[in-house]
């Protein structure tokens, strides 16, 4: 019976079958590789160094933008504080909804576990765009007030899903197997605990950084971040659509610098969800 | 029922409070207050501490809360810095437009999503599902904002089909021009689309195999009842707790369409207030956006624990 009811005839999980992850890696790379090396291989992009809207030519191979500044310069300056902003906001939600999760969900008091979770449950169904709107009123074109909103509204959730991934874990077989054994409850939580973790969490840090780039760039876009002239691809494209017609370039560009990343991340979260939820039917 | 529904309002109630509170302390913790703000740079030091005692803000933070709080209560949400008129009178001019955005929407996004979902999920790993999977993992990934660009750029721009801004255009003209509509909505309800009919596919996936319905299979139960009776509840509840959660994305979605398409909708009004620094319209503003969204959620909660009263939403 057991065996019957067992998920097993399930090929293909449904999922796109192509190789999918060395296409999401490199479409990764290419958009962190210009961030992180760009500002070596151009001078920061200076206003009026040729006509405004300025299609393209030899010296400027993406043209110039409404103030006449080289848009490949600012495809190459812009990609620190897109992405910046961006991992470093998951990575601060990741470190305190992290420990926050871990410590709700190995506390052996349950009221502990309630004091730590309940008041961030309060705070789930804040509209994310809504918070960075009411933080930017004070802090306009600080981007590490807006890295920290963004960081802010992750932290619940971040909480959550580690505490419920600990909790899965801290009650699987293996573990109580381990307790038998009179291994030691460090042992416990560091050796098997923290790393089933490791997937579910992997899964989601993929798509949190899409969705933290999403909010970081809309905060951009709507002139609630980072000051109107600074070289942001999400500024950029917010800039460009003024002449799009004139100059798409000024806008696809660093559109596409967004999209490659933020569809390479979800490609390889996709791929991290989908092996985690077949390991976990065949421990089942 | 009654006994959750009472406890999850009484939640929805402390979430709206802790709210006001929250909202109140961002925006009135801010360096440098609203009588900097009205004030130009040549107004001199005692014209600006005569404004603040104007408006009253030189009383403790305590008292301007209560006082702030109270006025909500009784349906009065301050007196906007830049037009000098009640927030209410911005809100009540700009809540029609985005309301009807919204709801627009909603009523596209639900239906297509479910159907979606369940196309899917009935034949998994099939054409069909493998298509719509791929396209609406990538769609996923594109940010509101270039959607928005491209769209407008291609569907009106280039083509002229669409009309790619609102300016000019009353409230009334919404009834007789829809093609109005057509964009902005399809930009906002892409990626709810792409969310939702992903969960409600997983979420007919996972009730297909479940024991109940083979088990129902195997007694002859005909297939027809067995989906609507039996899959279809269960399958859905995964779907209305994204619900629940695409309300964030809704928000999101309409405050960048009404930047995108020149709306004059809360969402314009709350950004223009936000770069005049004009507090009191933020504060109002955001807590009524933030207040539809907590009602919303509540909303979805309420309606998928009536689906399956034994899911525990609250925890």
Known sequence: MKLMERPGARPGHGRIPLAVAPLGSVL??????????????????????????????????????????????????GGRSA???????????????????????????????????????????????????????????????????????????????????ALDAASSPVTEAMRLQGE??????????????????????????????????????????????????????????????????????????????TVGLNLLADRLLGRSRRTREDVR | MRRYACQRLALGVVQLALLAVLVFLLTSLLPGD???????????????????????????????????????VTGDLGTSLVSGGPVLDILTETVGTTLVLAAVT??????????????????????????????TLALNAVPDFVLALLLVTGLSLRLGWLPATWVGVGAADLLVRPGLL??????????????????????????????????ARRLGVP?????????????????????????DNLVGGVLIVEAVFAIPGVATALVRAVEARDVPTVQGLALVVAAAALLFSLAADLFSHRLVPRTEVLR
């Open chain 2, 34 to 72: 609203a009588a900097d703000v009205r004030n130009n740079e040549d107004a001199g030091a005692e014209q600006v501490a005569a404004l603040r005692e104007q408006l009253r803000l030189d009383r403790p933070p305590l008292e301007r809360f209560t006082d702030w709080a109270s006025g909500i």
């Open chain 1, 184 to 261: 030691s409850r460090i042992r416990v939580q560091l050796d098997h605990i923290a790393r089933s973790v490791i997937t579910p969490v992997a899964a989601d840090i993929g798509t949190r950084i899409t969705l933290a780039v999403f909010l970081v760039g809309s905060a951009n876009f709507l002139g609630l971040g980072l000051n109107p002239t600074a070289p942001d691809w999400a500024v950029s494209i917010a800039r460009g659509r003024e002449g799009l017609l004139l100059q798409p370039w000024a806008v696809l560009a660093p559109a596409a610098m967004l999209v490659m990343f």
């Open chain 1, 28 to 77: 990764v790379a290419l958009p962190l590789g210009v961030a992180v090396l760009g500002p070596l291989f151009a001078e920061s992009p200076a206003a009026g160094v040729s006509a405004p809207y300025a299609t393209s030519d030899a010296r400027y191979p993406l043209g110039t933008d409404g103030l006449g500044r080289d848009v490949l310069a600012l495809l190459l300056h």
């Open chain 2, 182 to 215: 057509v964009l902005p909505v399809t930009v906002v309800a892409a990626r709810m689309v792409c969310l939702l009919s992903r969960q409600v596919r997983a979420g007919m996936v996972t009730v297909l195999q479940a024991g109940y319905v083979a088990q």
């Open chain 1, 83 to 165: 992405l910046g902003m961006a991992l470093g906001a998951v990575a601060i939600a990741y470190l305190v909804g992290g420990l926050v999760g871990l410590l709700a969900a190995s506390a052996r008091r349950r009221w502990a576990d309630e004091l730590l979770i309940r008041p961030l449950d309060v705070l789930l169904p804040l509209p994310t765009l809504l918070v960075i709107s009411v933080v930017a009123v004070g802090w306009r074109g600080s981007p590490l007030a807006i890295a920290l909103a963004v960081a802010a509204v992750n932290v619940p959730p971040v909480a959550r899903l580690v505490r419920g991934a």
């Open chain 2, 223 to 247: 297939r027809r009842t067995l989906l609507l009776r039996h899959v279809l509840p269960n399958a859905a509840v995964p779907g209305i707790q994204e619900l629940a959660r695409v309300g």
């Open chain 2, 106 to 135: 909603l009523a596209v996004v639900v239906p297509l999503a479910v159907t979606l979902g369940i196309a899917c999920g009935l034949r998994e790993g099939g054409l069909l599902d493998r298509s719509v999977t791929s396209v």
